[in-house]
């Protein structure tokens, strides 16, 4: 059949894909006996090109600390909070100490463990499937790629341990503005807590709830599908004003996911910030409106058809879909699975949501940031309220 055909050939990577587009056959043959022979690892000058690799690397690192926008750092501190020291929760970017260890056979051991065809798929789009197999066989099968063909070792199958847990990192933050117009200083708190995985059922009802939290920017301009109407946008940013964010974010992998939220705002007010982000996962338990339901099925069927009109993002949704779940679901099963979602699926994951321990990222002055015992505390109580504290100094 034909799954099991995209399944058996070989070419897009788990964390690394061709994404070319094939319009023609010479130019399909040409991707196909170019991907074969490992170029990317085989040019000349190679010490040259791993040189500038390394630059780019550095580069992408220190800029990372300095951009007024702290969402990918906070994604990684999110992670590593939630998976202490294994899986999802390792470090996705290259510690500095690790640049100049990185060369030729480091990158040959890498691909020859992780390049291995039950690892890969073939993706085409707009090109006859039997025609696709034929090149396949001829430009793939058989071919010995740079790194050899030495059998695959030392290849990390561990399954995600979710753990929870709080990491913290102090920073200055009152001077990140590119420009010369200031820049408010923002301390920034992301609150997760594990959902499932995208092979289980209840993937869908996590993606529709992530969707009825939504949220943004509180300086976002509105517009069309903008979800000004989500929950954080409604709870949350239409009645603080001094928050500047407060964004959901779903990551769903093979073995587990982590649904969290963003939140942001002046350092001097950090714990009421805290606080009302547990009180709206709490209400994410509690009852669910019909209509902002369906809006929220709504969009994101929305989202899931305007991203289908881009033939790339087909390419690669077929790719993904294939080496993820070894078949695709198409877009009117995936609506279909949206629309059967009720307000007790969301009742249900969310309140199974809340009865694990949650991970904690800080980024900037956390003078005011709560314990994490408290935090723990307000998600596990009946209101989301962070329990009282009194000093007698101030």
């Known amino acids: 059949t034909k799954p099991n055909i995209l399944v058996e050939l070989l070419t897009f990577w788990k964390n690394w894909h061709f994404r070319r587009q094939i319009d023609l056959t010479a130019k399909m043959k040409f991707c196909l006996r170019w991907k074969s022979t490992g170029a990317s690892v085989t040019a000349r ?6 040189d500038a690799a390394r630059m780019a690397v550095q580069f992408e690192l220190e800029d990372l600390g300095m951009r007024p926008d702290p969402e990918p750092l906070l994604t990684e501190m999110i992670h590593e909070a939630a998976y202490r020291e ?13 640049i100049a260890k990185m060369d030729r056979e480091v990158l040959h051991s890498y691909l020859r463990n992780y390049y ?39 290849v990390d199958r561990s399954v995600a341990q979710y753990t929870g847990g709080v990491v913290k990192l102090e920073r200055d933050m009152s001077n990140v503005s ?3 117009a200031p820049f408010p200083e923002l301390t920034h708190i992301m609150i997760g807590l594990e959902s499932c995985s995208f092979l289980e059922d209840d993937f869908i009802p996590f993606a529709v709830l992530n969707m009825m939290m939504g949220g943004g920017g509180s300086f976002s301009a509105g517009g069309p599908g903008k979800g000004m109407f989500t929950r954080l946008y409604l709870h949350v940013l239409n009645r603080h004003h001094w928050m500047y964010n407060a964004t ?8 587990t996911g982590l649904l969290c939220v963003h939140a942001s705002a ?3 007010q950090v714990r009421e910030m805290v606080e009302i982000i547990t009180k709206e996962f709490i209400l994410t338990a509690g009852t669910v409106d019909v209509v902002e339901l369906e809006r929220a099925k709504t969009q994101l069927m929305s989202m899931l058809m305007m991203n289908l009109e ?17 078949s695709r679901k198409l ?3 995936l609506c279909a699975l949206i629309r059967s979602v009720k307000p007790e699926d969301i009742r249900r994951v969310a309140s199974q949501m809340l009865r694990r321990k949650p991970a904690v990222a800080a980024l900037g002055d956390l003078s005011n940031l709560p314990a994490y015992e408290h935090i723990q505390a307000a998600l596990a109580s009946g209101d989301g309220r962070l329990p009282r504290t009194y000093r007698l100094f101030r």
Request: with cysteine; charged share 30%; net charge negative.
């Open 86 to 98: 294994n899986t999802v929760g390792l470090h996705r970017f290259c510690p500095t100490e690790n």
């Open 248 to 255: 959901s974010y779903h990551h769903s992998y093979e073995d």
């Open 331 to 333: 877009p009117h099963e």
């Open 178 to 180: 590119l420009g010369p």
């Open 45 to 50: 000058r190679q010490d040259e090109e791993i």
């Open 116 to 154: 291995t065809p039950d690892r890969m798929v073939l993706a085409g789009v707009g090109v006859e499937h039997e025609h696709l197999v034929e090149c396949a066989r001829k430009y793939l099968l058989g071919t010995q790629p740079a790194w050899g063909c030495e059998k695959a070792v030392d």
């Open 310 to 326: 881009s033939r790339p993002v087909i390419f690669e949704d077929v790719g993904r879909q294939v080496l993820a779940t070894r």
């Open 266 to 268: 002046d350092p001097r």
